[in-house]
C-alpha cells in the first residue's frame, strides 16, 4: 500500500539526486521513474532515476557525480546497453540507469515499428509515459509523442507470445506426481503469460516484466477476466487440483476476450494446445 510520506520524501531526495546530471551539457534528460512516480512507492521503495546521455558517459564522471555529492555508493554495473549506478542517499537507495539517448530511440524502433515483445523495452516505454522528468521537458515529451499509440503488430505480437501456456496435461501430470515446486512453477509462468496477453490485448504497455504492483497493473486494462487479481491471489494458496482449474478457467476467459476485441488473432489452436491431452 503506497505512503503518503514515503512518496514526497523520495520525490524529494529524486530532486536533489538529478541536480548533478542535469548540470552536465552532456546529459540531454533525467526522468524519475518507479513506484515514486507512480503515486505507488511505501516505506521499502527505492528511487529510480533514468538519464539519457548524448555520448556514453565515463567512468570519471559517473564517480563524481555520486562521490562528489558524498552519496554513499552501493553497486556500478555496465553492459551493451545501460550503465547502472546504485548509491544512497539519506539513507534511501537510488538505482539510476544511465541510457543513450540513442539507445532509447533504438528501443522504441523495435517495440513500435517491429513489434520486438522484449520486455526491457516496454518497461522503459511505461517509465517515459508513467514518469516524471526532472531535466530535457521537450526530449522526453517527444518520446512520449512516439509512444502515443499502441501498434497493432505489437498487440498481435503480445499476445501470441503470452497464450503460449503450459498445457493441461502437463498441469495435471504434476498434480498427480505431487511435484508442488515444478507445478507452482509452471502455474506461475501461465499467469504472467496471460498478463502479458491481456496487456497487449488493452493496447497497453506493459510496466514490469513479472507484474509487480499487481492491483494496480490490473487497474490499466479494462478487458481482463471477472475479479482477476483476487482470482489470482486465491490460486497461489490453493490446493493443486483447484488452482490448476482456475489458472485452466482465467485462460478460457482471456482467450474469450481475445476472440470478441482481436478476432484477427487465430484462437482456435491456442484452445487446443492448452486442452491437448496425448492418448494413453
Known amino acids: 500500500m503506497s505512503n503518503p510520506s514515503a512518496i514526497e520524501r523520495r520525490r524529494a531526495i529524486a530532486g536533489r539526486a538529478a541536480q548533478p546530471y542535469a548540470d552536465n551539457p552532456a546529459v540531454a534528460a533525467v526522468l524519475l521513474a518507479g513506484p515514486v512516480a507512480r503515486g505507488l512507492a511505501d516505506a521499502f521503495s527505492d528511487i529510480e532515476l533514468d538519464i539519457y546521455w548524448r555520448r556514453p558517459p565515463s567512468d570519471e564522471e559517473r564517480i563524481a557525480t555520486v562521490e562528489g555529492a558524498g552519496w554513499e555508493r552501493v553497486y556500478a554495473e555496465e553492459d551493451e546497453h545501460e550503465w547502472a549506478d546504485?548509491?544512497?542517499?539519506?539513507?534511501?537507495?537510488?538505482?539510476?540507469?544511465?541510457?543513450?539517448?540513442?539507445?532509447?530511440?533504438?528501443?522504441?524502433?523495435?517495440?513500435?515499428?517491429?513489434?520486438?515483445?522484449?520486455?526491457?523495452?516496454?518497461?522503459?516505454?511505461?517509465?517515459?509515459?508513467?514518469?516524471?522528468?526532472?531535466?530535457?521537458?521537450?526530449?522526453?515529451?517527444?518520446?512520449?509523442?512516439?509512444?502515443?499509440?499502441?501498434?497493432?503488430?505489437?498487440?498481435?505480437?503480445?499476445?501470441?507470445?503470452?497464450?503460449?501456456?503450459?498445457?493441461?496435461?502437463?498441469?495435471?501430470?504434476?498434480?498427480?506426481?505431487?511435484?508442488?515446486?515444478?507445478?507452482?512453477?509452471?502455474?506461475?509462468?501461465?499467469?504472467?503469460?496471460?498478463?502479458?496477453?491481456?496487456?497487449?490485448?488493452?493496447?497497453?504497455?506493459?510496466?514490469?516484466?513479472?507484474?509487480?504492483?499487481?492491483?494496480?497493473?490490473?487497474?490499466?486494462?479494462?478487458?481482463?477476466?471477472?475479479?482477476?487479481?483476487?482470482?489470482?491471489?486465491?490460486?497461489?494458496t490453493a490446493t493443486p487440483r483447484d488452482a490448476v482449474d482456475e489458472v485452466c478457467a482465467l485462460a478460457e476467459e482471456t482467450f474469450d476476450l481475445v476472440a470478441a476485441h482481436l478476432p484477427e488473432f487465430r484462437i482456435a489452436p491456442v484452445r487446443q494446445a492448452l486442452a491437448f491431452r496425448r492418448t494413453t
Open 86 to 236: 546504485g548509491y544512497r542517499i539519506d539513507g534511501v537507495k537510488v538505482d539510476a540507469g544511465n541510457f543513450l539517448t540513442s539507445t532509447i530511440d533504438e528501443y522504441l524502433t523495435a517495440a513500435l515499428e517491429h513489434a520486438d515483445t522484449e520486455p526491457e523495452l516496454q518497461v522503459r516505454i511505461t517509465a517515459l509515459l508513467q514518469g516524471q522528468p526532472l531535466h530535457g521537458v521537450r526530449l522526453i515529451g517527444a518520446w512520449r509523442d512516439r509512444c502515443a499509440t499502441y501498434p497493432p503488430s505489437l498487440a498481435m505480437a503480445m499476445v501470441a507470445k503470452g497464450l503460449a501456456l503450459r498445457p493441461r496435461e502437463r498441469l495435471d501430470m504434476l498434480v498427480a506426481r505431487g511435484d508442488v515446486l515444478l507445478l507452482h512453477r509452471d502455474l506461475v509462468d501461465n499467469l504472467q503469460g496471460l498478463l502479458d496477453a491481456l496487456f497487449g490485448l488493452n493496447r497497453v504497455f506493459t510496466p514490469h516484466p513479472f507484474h509487480k504492483w499487481l492491483e494496480w497493473e490490473a487497474s490499466l486494462i479494462a478487458h481482463k477476466p471477472d475479479d482477476l487479481t483476487r482470482r489470482i491471489r486465491r490460486l497461489l
